[in-house]
């Protein structure tokens, strides 16, 4: 029996993996231009890092985590969201001790949950996200809601949908909760199985469920922004604000409430409103975490971040066929005459891809037309061909396919030579 991948992974090569490196570049180049730093945490953390930092209560922790016991008996987990980890190491290395606030960092990388796999959702994926610490302040809300909207503008997603809400500060959040199980109570035999649980451990969550989505005692149910203290509606105001001036659209959704416990003030997911899609059209969620640090027994550090899978953007792009700008061409394609040319061809070749150039060389001995045949699937936009001649007189062929034309170009100017014909195109 041929041995398969695991259940809900995939393998990434050929265009996919052209796409995902496509993306990473894109979402690196966008941070320098945010001023965030690129961290990245260990895969597997200790198990207790997520029951503290992602919650107990949560799905992700209390049925999804992939968990170990290591050679020196120690409870471990596979990391199921960046965050905790972020978090733990914004502690362990006493970055809130910096003089310069606030710490904004940046992340991409394999997420594992153990789900039921379907369209969308896999057991290893990539999640790309941001926290930032140690400010307050709503502009801080409004520009991570920013990123993401700035994203995928860039890549030219139409019909994407940022939806937002507020969870109030602390006391805020307690009153709704109270307000939640006490309207809840009454209608509990009509709530599915994992809502019952709910009611007591995390009502906020009830709001959110799938299977219960279209009760009409949803509907009815409490609203947050009747529960809010004066701060909490200002800083939410301030967030609206803000995102007006950034001439970003938003729809308050009030059934936006997030998995997690720590979640303080402002929540947002952005979807991509694609038909056909279904559940799979959240592409990120995120929100302001202001008791999240000290849940991890930091400070007390105010923080807010988003995480976005990866593969839904892929499939929102394909649905809006949308192309990324991936096909990559080789510069140069060396083709020695006879085996005695492949000396000095793999000099050259190693000399030209020192200077700059993508090149490559035939290793299947190929005679002369099937090496131009490769050379052609490869789309070379330049061919050398090293004969007996060429070495002893010092020149090099060329097939130049950019301007189809054939040139005779001494050993010395090759690499002026490709400089200008190159760069023509580019
Ligand atoms: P969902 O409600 O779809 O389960 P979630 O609340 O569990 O989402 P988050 O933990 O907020 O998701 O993760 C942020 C983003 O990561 C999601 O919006 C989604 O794009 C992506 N994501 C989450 N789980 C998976 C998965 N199993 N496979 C692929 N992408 C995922
Ligand atoms: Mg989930």
């Known amino acids: 029996m041929i041995i398969q991948k695991p259940k809900g992974t995939y ?7 052209k796409k995902v490196l496509y993306l990473e570049d894109l979402l690196k180049a966008l941070m320098q231009k945010y001023n965030y730093e690129y ?23 209390s049925k999804e985590t992939y968990d170990f016991v290591d050679r020196g008996e ?24 910096r003089a310069s ?22 057991r290893e994926f990539y999640q790309f996200g941001v926290e930032a610490f140690g400010s307050s302040d709503p502009l801080l809300d409004a520009e991570v809601i920013s990123i993401p909207v700035n994203f995928f503008k860039l890549l030219g997603l139409r019909g994407v949908r940022v939806n937002i809400n507020t969870l109030g500060d602390i006391e805020s959040r307690q009153n709704y909760r109270k307000a939640l199980i006490n309207y809840f109570k009454p209608h509990i035999d009509c709530l599915c199985c994992d809502c019952k649980n709910r009611l007591e451990n995390n009502p906020l969550r009830i709001l959110d469920c799938k299977v219960d989505h279209d009760l009409d005692i949803m509907k009815n149910a409490p609203k947050i922004y009747d529960y809010l203290n004066e701060s909490s509606k200002k800083h939410y105001e301030e967030v609206k604000n803000y995102l007006s001036s950034l001439d970003i659209e938003y729809i308050e959704n009030p059934n936006i409430v997030r998995g997690l416990d720590y979640y303080t003030h402002t929540v947002f997911e952005v979807e991509a409103n694609v038909e056909g899609f279904g559940a799979q059209n959240v592409l990120c969620g995120g929100g302001r975490y202001n008791s999240l640090v000290e849940a991890v027994d930091g400070p007390s550090t105010p923080g807010v971040g988003f995480a976005l899978g990866l ?25 020695p ?11 050259l070749v190693n000399t030209l891809r ?3 150039f993508s ?28 004969g007996e001649d060429e070495i002893n007189q010092g020149y090099l062929s060329i097939k130049n396919n950019i301007n189809n034309t054939e040139d005779k170009i001494d050993n010395d100017y090759i690499i002026n030579y490709l400089d200008e014909v190159i760069e023509e195109v580019e």
């Open 311 to 335: 593969e839904r953007v892929l499939t929102a792009l394909e649905f809006e066929k949308k192309e990324l700008p991936i096909e990559d061409k080789l510069d140069v394609y060396v083709i």
């Open 337 to 347: 005459v006879t085996e005695k040319e492949k000396e000095y061809s793999i000099s």
């Open 74 to 97: 120690r409870k471990m987990t596979l990391r199921p969201e960046g965050t905790a980890g972020v978090v733990r190491s914004f502690i362990e290395n006493k970055m809130y001790g």
């Open 354 to 356: 020192m200077s700059g």
């Open 11 to 17: 393998d990434l090569f050929g265009d996919e993996g």
């Open 359 to 386: 090149v490559d060389m035939d290793y299947m001995s190929r005679n002369v037309k099937g090496n131009f045949k490769q050379a052609d699937r490869l789309c070379a936009k330049v061919v050398i061909i090293v």
């Open 39 to 61: 961290i990245k945490t260990p895969l597997f953390e200790v198990s207790e890092l997520f029951h503290r930092g992602v919650g107990e209560t949560s799905d992700i922790v």
């Open 101 to 122: 606030q606030p710490t904004k960092l940046w992340y991409f990388g394999p997420m594992y949950r153990y789900e039921r796999p379907q369209s969308g959702r896999y």
